[in-house]
């Protein structure tokens, strides 16, 4: 028997859609600016701290480099509550989504970080230039030039990765869509909206960071 397709059912639940995509952005919003954060702070520590530090960064990265995602979430919502960290699903969301984004960024932006050639940064020392603004001007500046595509690229995986806060029943676009599929029995039809929703949401972001990085670097190398 011939598949039927029907997204009436669908289409009347049109507001829980919008409210998971709406959910879905503001989540990869936050931890893109949270874990942007987290990323130039630990890049710049990890290229130019102590020792220590150094170490610990690494520690970090290699962390959450080495452990799912899923994981991550649920450490942040189940074990940390006992002791003494409660909180909402969608703040444990932000939490788990910026600690991961961060450690992907932390490299990315290093790896900018140790482009810069040797000879710029002797230069700069040279001139009596502070050890602040050689790293701010001079490496840090030219660094988030040089790999603001490689780290569009990876906020387009975090909007992407934040479907799977669903699982600690936070309510954005793929925890609506189950619970849509669960109420109208329409799966094929429910999944066909969310993935053409999220394609529509990374065709916006990624146009959003191309305009952006002719706005930040219009300057030429």
Do not use: C
């Amino acid at each position: 028997m011939d598949y039927i397709f029907h997204f009436g059912p669908i289409l009347d639940r049109w507001e829980l859609f919008a409210r998971g995509a709406l959910l879905t952005v503001e989540l990869a919003a936050a931890s893109m600016v949270v874990g942007l954060l987290i990323a130039v702070v630990g890049a710049v520590l990890r290229s130019f701290g102590p020792a220590p530090v150094r170490w610990v960064i690494a520690a970090y990265v290699e962390l959450i480099r080495n452990t799912p995602m899923l994981v991550q979430l649920y450490v942040v919502f189940f074990v940390l509550p006992p002791l003494g960290l409660r909180m909402s699903s969608t703040q444990a969301a932000v939490v788990a989504l910026s600690a991961n984004l961060g450690a992907y960024a932390i490299e990315i932006i290093r790896a900018g970080i140790e482009s810069t050639p040797r000879g710029v940064v002797e230069a700069a020392l040279s001139l009596g230039l502070s050890r602040l603004r050689i790293i701010r001007h001079i490496v840090l500046v030219p660094a988030l030039r040089a790999i603001y595509p490689a780290l569009g690229s990876q906020f387009v995986l975090q909007l992407l990765g934040s479907s799977l806060v669903s699982a600690i029943a936070a309510e954005e676009l793929t925890a609506v869509g189950n619970n849509v599929m669960m109420q109208t029995f329409r799966n094929f039809e429910v999944f066909l909206v969310v993935g053409a929703i999220y394609f529509v949401l990374v065709q916006v972001f990624q146009a959003f960071f191309d305009a952006s990085y002719r706005k930040l670097f219009r300057w030429t190398v």
